[in-house]
């Protein structure tokens, strides 16, 4: 009679398959701390938890290897229905806690003398099949649709974040720079993006990063309807968010060419230039064919820090990149508001020295639905989009601008001599109209829409200051 398993050997084997994401064969298995077990004892054990569909198996070259079969717990959405599942509180940051998560947690947080060195495993990129395999699996994927639906619909690519711009400028640049440890308070950011004033007593380069931040979210939602994930706009974002904050100036929109290390991490990226190439296109490629909005973000958010593609700036590029699929998409942007840095950082390294999801894809889903959260009184208070206004977005922004830079009143008689030939004469007299209300609400703050500096705006007012 064969001798029964005991549940705590399976654990203890589920958990040594589930430290190799990329799968790992018998003779490891054997080499490993279960070197003591005979082989056939061993293949019993691993047919034990295939039959439990705890692992699979897969052919990889000559040998089979064994893979963990993750189950996600389904986190709690406020206003979601989902009742009897529990939110833990993470460092006053509600992320939905898995068993996963946890396991992750408490091995990045040892002394990094106990935490072993790796390397970049191209596995770990190579073992996902865009639209096949999947990092959000379909439940999870279902409620960030149902949470980050906006009112817009069908409109524009980038219409959403277009209407509530002003607040996500702020909240997205202060937040991810807060990431950096950047310590502008959400004020002081909001009066250096809407009115160019520092805050007293701040580093230069604090100052600097929230700039970038705002020029690199500018590019995101005002050229919306033709931003794809590719490598020339991540690269794009990388010269964006680096400018003026590299010691190697050269570096600003340029893949790394030399050897990085990870403060507080075992973990060492790939150092050779042509291989950092292929892997950055091969990357972008992989996650530019993700049909899912939120698949394609998160993939992002995994695999652009993890690859380490620039000298420095990765993980901001990271989080701006993430937002290209939710604008497109009109989906609520994703603002990083409230998230801590030390449950953000625990994440990372999971995937760095892990090549471990679980903890981030908790961060991911907790940081999207606090920026739901606060987008949801803007949601309410949006008017369903105007057809009119859409269709004629580029001659109003042209026309905008003309009156603006040329110094000129926006009466009547000017907004007529200033109309592109793109308008239809059958149109003009509304287009006419739509644009003195656009004047009638336009200030510092909002001119950004146009293309039109906040200091262009602010000398015209001067000149035509109303009454």
């Known amino acids: 009679m064969p001798k029964v398993i005991s549940p705590e050997e399976l654990d203890q084997l589920a958990g040594l398959i589930a430290r190799s994401p990329d799968g790992v064969d018998i003779d490891q298995l054997l080499a490993s701390t279960l070197g003591q077990l005979s082989r056939r004892t061993l293949q019993r054990r691993i047919a034990e938890l295939v039959a439990q569909g705890r692992v699979t198996p897969r052919r990889a070259w000559r040998a089979v290897k064994y893979q963990a079969v993750h189950t996600y717990a389904q986190p709690v959405i406020p206003d979601m229905q989902h009742a009897g599942l529990m939110v833990r509180e993470t460092d006053d940051f509600p992320a939905p806690a898995t068993p996963e998560g946890e396991q992750i947690q408490a091995y990045v947080r040892q002394p990094v003398q106990k935490r072993r060195p790796v390397g970049y495993h191209i596995a770990?990129?190579?073992?996902?099949?865009?639209?096949?395999?999947?990092?959000?699996?379909?439940?999870?994927?279902?409620?960030?649709?149902?949470?980050?639906?906006?009112?817009?619909?069908?409109?524009?690519?980038?219409?959403?974040?277009?209407?509530?711009?002003?607040?996500?400028?702020?909240?997205?640049?202060?937040?991810?720079?807060?990431?950096?440890?950047?310590?502008?308070?959400?004020?002081?950011?909001?009066?250096?993006?809407?009115?160019?004033?520092?805050a007293s007593g701040k580093d230069s380069i604090e100052t600097q990063m929230i700039l970038n931040h705002k020029a690199a979210i500018e590019y995101l939602v005002h050229d919306a309807e033709h931003l794809s994930v590719n490598t020339e706009t991540i690269v794009?974002?990388?010269?964006?968010?680096?400018?003026?904050?590299?010691?190697?100036?050269?570096?600003?929109?340029?893949?790394?060419?030399?050897?990085?290390?990870?403060?507080?991490?075992?973990?060492?990226?790939?150092?050779?230039?042509?291989?950092?190439?292929?892997?950055?296109?091969?990357?972008?490629?992989?996650?530019?064919?993700?049909?899912?909005?939120?698949?394609?973000?998160?993939?992002?958010?995994?695999?652009?820090?993890?690859?380490?593609?620039?000298?420095?700036?990765?993980?901001?590029?990271?989080?701006?990149?993430?937002?290209?699929?939710?604008?497109?998409?009109?989906?609520?942007?994703?603002?990083?508001?409230?998230?801590?840095q030390r449950p953000y950082i625990d994440a990372l390294l999971g995937v760095y020295e892990m090549n471990r999801i679980e903890l981030l894809r908790d961060v991911f889903v907790g940081a999207y639905e606090r920026s739901c959260q606060q987008y949801v009184a803007v949601r309410s208070q949006l008017v369903p989009p105007d057809l009119f206004r859409l269709r004629h977005r580029v001659a109003l922004a042209q026309t905008m601008r003309a009156i603006v830079q040329g110094g000129l009143p926006p009466t009547e008689n000017v907004v007529r001599q200033s109309l592109p030939p793109t308008v239809p004469l059958p149109e003009q007299e509304h287009f006419i109209r739509l644009v003195r209300e656009e004047f009638g609400s336009l200030h510092a703050g909002n001119a950004v829409r146009f293309g039109l500096h906040a200091l262009e705006f602010m000398a015209w007012e001067q000149k035509h200051r109303r009454n």
Request: net charge negative; with cysteine; hydrophobic share 45%.
């Open 236 to 340: 794009a974002l990388h010269a964006l968010l680096s400018d003026g904050l590299l010691a190697d100036r050269m570096a600003c929109g340029r893949l790394r060419r030399h050897a990085v290390q990870i403060a507080g991490s075992v973990y060492l990226p790939n150092a050779v230039p042509q291989s950092i190439e292929e892997l950055f296109a091969l990357m972008t490629g992989m996650a530019n064919e993700i049909d899912d909005p939120f698949e394609q973000a998160f993939f992002l958010m995994v695999h652009l820090p993890y690859l380490q593609a620039f000298d420095d700036v990765n993980k901001r590029v990271s989080r701006l990149a993430a937002n290209i699929p939710l604008i497109r998409a009109n989906l609520c942007p994703l603002s990083f508001i409230d998230v801590p």
């Open 124 to 198: 770990f990129l190579e073992a996902y099949q865009p639209n096949q395999t999947f990092c959000l699996p379909a439940n999870l994927r279902e409620q960030l649709h149902s949470m980050g639906r906006s009112p817009v619909g069908q409109a524009a690519a980038g219409t959403f974040a277009r209407d509530i711009f002003n607040r996500l400028l702020i909240d997205l640049s202060w937040a991810s720079s807060r990431l950096e440890g950047n310590t502008y308070s959400r004020l002081d950011t909001e009066k250096l993006i809407q009115f160019g004033q520092a």
